[in-house]
């Protein structure tokens, strides 16, 4: 699933396939709506709830209620029906979104960054290289601003390609002669996608222990931001 931005969706695979999607209908309808499309998606396939073995969820960053949402879902299913959670990093995903542009050769992407909006002014950014037919870290996840990213990432070699919901009111700060706007197509992180990621770390046996699992937050949320303030005054 992916709850991490603005409109979520529920992807099902069965053994190596994926075999469904689904979008939620709205802005932020995660809570009212996440379980009914999963239900959905099971009933169509003649499926239970406890047919499912694995979850994928997108661990953050993001959205901190979206990320709250999917981390309490797997945790519910792990206890309810044993099921194993892969968590991913939701930069990873949206990075995952560039790889069919690549394949369907209609972009010559060598390095690319996946944005988010981290409000306030600032961003959560990470950087990917294209190497041997995948995406690879160029850095970790970041908190910065546009300008410290196009300082860092943009003034010189191959073009940087750039997709993430943070463009949806930004894009005029992230235009630079270095930079190419992807797709707006591209920019919502996918359930597909989570995915995709998600059968490569199962496979590795890269589970989560729903114990201790928590969401990959990088700052606190506003809330929390404000009432420290309020105090240091």
């Known amino acids: ?9 529920v992807a099902l695979g069965i053994g190596d396939s994926l075999v469904a999607q689904a979008d939620l209908s709205g802005f932020r309808r995660h809570s009212s709506e996440l379980l009914v499309v999963v239900s ?5 396939h003649r499926l239970q709830p406890q047919d499912i073995s694995r979850i ?3 661990k953050g960053p993001g959205s901190f209620t979206g990320i709250r949402i999917a981390v309490t879902f797997a945790k519910m ?5 044993a099921a194993k959670i892969v968590a991913i990093d939701t930069l990873e995903a949206l990075a995952e979104n560039a790889t069919s542009v690549i394949q369907n050769k209609t972009a010559d992407i060598r390095r690319l960054a996946a944005i988010l909006d981290a409000k306030r002014g600032l961003f959560y950014i990470a950087v990917f ?11 970790d996840d970041l908190l910065i601003t546009a300008d410290d990213f196009l300082g860092r990432f943009c003034s010189q070699g191959a073009p940087v390609h750039l997709l993430g919901e943070g463009l949806l009111y930004y894009q005029k700060q992230f235009e630079h002669p270095n930079t190419v706007i992807l797709d707006k197509a591209l920019w919502p992180a996918r359930a597909e996608s989570v995915w995709r990621l998600g059968q490569k770390l199962a496979a590795e046996g890269r589970f989560e222990d729903p114990y201790t699992l928590v969401p990959l937050y990088i700052r606190r949320p506003e809330a929390e931001e404000s009432v420290e303030k309020k105090r240091l005054i």
């Open 77 to 81: 299913a792990a206890f309810a029906i």
């Open 56 to 58: 994928y969820i997108p």
């Open 1 to 9: 699933m992916e709850t991490s931005g603005r409109v979520g969706s």
């Open 40 to 44: 959905d998606l099971l009933g169509r």
């Open 129 to 139: 290289d294209w190497l041997n037919d995948h995406f690879q870290r160029k850095s």
